[in-house]
């Protein structure tokens, strides 16, 4: 189940990152999507720095 829920984390964050291109180029005010795309960014930090708990599977 771990190894399924950090495939689903490393899916998400491609995913953002192919939205955020998408919307680069649209030229388009994300407003909505930049707010989430903040309060999405110290998760990560968090986790890189290796804070986040410790799954195993």
């Known amino acids: ?3 399924h829920l950090r495939n689903a984390r ?5 995913l953002e990152k192919e939205i955020f291109v998408l919307v ?3 030229g388009l005010d ?3 999507l930049d707010q989430l795309h903040k309060a999405s ?3 990560v930090s968090t ?3 290796g804070l986040a ?3 195993t599977g």
């Open 1 to 3: 189940m771990a190894h």
């Open 24 to 26: 680069e180029k649209s």
């Open 41 to 43: 960014t110290p998760l």
């Open 30 to 32: 994300t407003p909505v």
């Open 10 to 14: 490393d899916e998400m964050d491609q």
């Open 47 to 49: 986790e890189a720095a």
């Open 53 to 55: 708990g410790n799954e």
